[in-house]
């Protein structure tokens, strides 16, 4: 397919002009396709039979919330069975999954989407024919009564992000001719699937059939699906992950009815046909595509749908079942503070102290989605080298977290926590859905700090290395002037001169003092400011014991300590 064909002669300077890649594959399967005229328009449904044959649209939702357009992509058509995965999904959700499972079964059936059979327990095969889907329907029924068709309306509006009509003319038009469908009610109701009244079931199936989309609308629906059921246009949670999973399962194993096996082998994308011409597919973790043009195969699925998505498939080799991740990728750096420390000043004892034990702070700075195998991996490389006393996991860069991720990473908090590891994560906002995660799987684990800066988090590991190695630090101490590394290597002369009023070498200098004292002449330190001068009165808390003591506002130096032996003194945020 030569996917430049749709920009002919195209001068480098109008960048105006310019089309992502996507869009202009899109552009090229749609003039390529518009060439196919075989297939026929259901007429089954007599309404349907109406539709111009020649309409012919195509979109593409991305799950970051873009959607593509070409061609016909916004006539309305009816969604028809297009409408069975969001009414499944909602069923999941409605009555739980227990209810659910135990009327209809999972099974490909092998059959045509109408076919009046049921399977050996004398259940409905699966959702994605006729028989299992009349049979969400009566769950729906079940649980809203009369209130039902609207209660599927207004789901489908919120995968769709926006609300969707009815085609009367169409449900009138399958209402009175729908008797294969009658007849697979009744017998759905003569084994006691169904115990509700036949016709008012069928209502509801009708109208849900009847629905009014476009292919926009489809893509955007099915990208929802992708996308564990977060609509990525509204960021709505419209299903649980739970009933999308069970959703996306049966569509890869009966969506395309008896030409499933074949689809799922050369397409690999779990999809669903509608006979009013429409194909959906979703590719979980990538797109959501809606198709539109009526003419049909004798399998009753659009065949420049399937064109399309075949298409696409091949070309950028998205079979879902061909797919491998790195997880080495994971990890962005590794070190201890011997490479890298934090910024803070130490005296020299300090320094001797955190020189022996650098290997005590270890640092992990990861990177994009922790997956299973990611956090796997992640866990095999800490026990690889010798064990720290803390680790600092800085999660910064860290955009999201599976569940199964978030699983694995607080498992390995606990094994850390068995050999007296404390564990301090860096770069996660408390209010984030991931810290939740985190937080649900660990409750109880004593050791594990979480300070929002990275040179904080290897800041606060290091003190705690100098504290256990009988390293005191003190706000209140005084410090020789030779032992700032600022006059590292300056004689003893040299440092006097520094001191105009001629002090003895000895000056005592307030460690915490920052403010430029020119007045008395006394050398200055320039140090990392601990909080804000405009703070207004606040409680502040040691860090390392918890106990909160009030600073004054705008006060330099000289804290009141917190009464702690540590006598140290952090802000919360
Ligand atoms: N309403 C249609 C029917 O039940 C839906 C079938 C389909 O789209 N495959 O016959």
Not at 125 to 149: H, W, Y
Request: net charge positive; proline share 4%; aromatic share 8%.
């Amino acid at each position: 397919m030569n996917i430049l064909r749709s920009a002919p002669g195209q001068k480098a300077d109008s960048w105006a002009a310019s089309k992502p890649p996507l869009l202009r594959f899109l552009s090229a399967c749609h003039a390529d396709f518009s060439a196919e005229t075989g297939g026929a328009v259901a007429d089954y449904i007599p309404e349907l039979g109406k539709a111009d044959a020649d309409h012919f649209g195509i979109s593409l939702a991305t799950l970051d919330g873009h959607v593509y357009e070409v061609g016909d992509s916004r006539i309305p058509f009816t969604i028809q069975s297009m409408s069975k995965p969001f009414v499944f999904a909602l069923a999941l959700d409605t009555l739980g999954a227990a209810r659910v499972e135990s009327a209809i079964g999972v099974e490909p059936s092998g059959d045509p989407f109408n076919s009046i059979r049921l399977n050996a327990d004398n259940r409905p095969f699966n959702p994605m024919v006729n028989a299992g889907a009349i049979t969400c329907s009566s769950l729906i029924r079940e649980a809203k009564g009369d209130g039902a068709f609207e209660y599927i309306r207004q789901a489908f509006g919120r995968f769709a992000a926006r609300e969707l009509g009815v085609d009367e003319a169409v449900y009138v038009s399958e209402s009175a001719t729908g008797d294969r469908n009658r007849a697979i009610g009744y017998l759905l109701r003569n084994s006691t699937v169904i115990k509700d009244d036949v016709s008012a079931v069928l209502d509801v199936y009708f109208r849900q059939c009847s629905v009014l989309v476009t292919a926009r609308d489809i893509a955007v629906m099915a990208a929802t699906l992708a996308n564990r059921g977060i609509n990525p246009v509204t960021g709505e949670q419209v299903m649980t992950s739970y009933a999308i999973s069970r959703t996306l399962s049966v569509m890869t194993s009966s969506g395309m009815y008896d030409y499933a096996g074949e689809w799922i082998y050369r397409v690999g994308i779990p999809a669903k046909s509608g006979v009013g011409g429409g194909i959906l597919a979703a590719l979980p973790a990538r797109l959501g595509l809606g198709s539109y043009s009526p003419r049909l195969d004798s399998h009753g699925n659009s065949v420049r749908g399937i064109k399309v998505c075949e298409a696409l498939s091949s070309h950028y080799d998205l079979h879902m079942l061909n797919r491998s991740d790195d997880a080495r990728n994971s990890i962005i750096a590794d070190y201890n503070i011997g490479n890298s420390a934090s910024r803070r000043s130490r005296r020299p004892h300090e320094q001797k102290i955190l020189a022996a034990h650098h290997q005590d702070v270890r640092i992990i700075e990861l990177v994009g989605t922790l997956t299973f195998s990611n956090v796997d991996y992640v866990s095999r490389q800490l026990a690889a080298k010798p064990r720290p006393q803390f680790v600092i996991f800085d999660l910064r860069r860290v955009t999201s977290m599976t569940r199964a991720g978030a699983g694995l990473l607080a498992e390995e908090f606990r094994e850390l926590a068995l050999f007296h590891v404390t564990v301090i994560l860096s770069g996660i906002k408390r209010s984030s859905a991931d810290w939740k995660m985190i937080k649900e799987r660990t409750g109880g684990i004593s050791n594990l700090r979480d300070f929002y800066l990275l040179d904080t988090a290897i800041e606060w590991a290091e003190d705690q290395v100098v504290y256990r190695h009988g390293g005191a630090i003190d706000f209140h101490e005084t410090t020789d002037l030779s032992e700032q590394p600022l006059l590292a290597g300056l004689s003893a002369k040299e440092n006097r001169r520094h001191c105009l009023f001629g002090h003895d070498e000895k000056l005592p200098i307030r460690r915490e003092d920052r403010r430029c004292r020119r007045s008395r002449n006394i050398a200055v330190f320039p140090r990392k400011r601990r909080r804000p001068r405009h703070a207004a009165r606040r409680r502040t808390a040691c860090d390392t014991h918890g106990r909160s003591g009030v600073r004054r506002n705008g006060a330099v130096g000289n804290p009141p300590n917190c009464g702690c032996a540590c006598r140290r003194i952090r802000y919360r945020a």
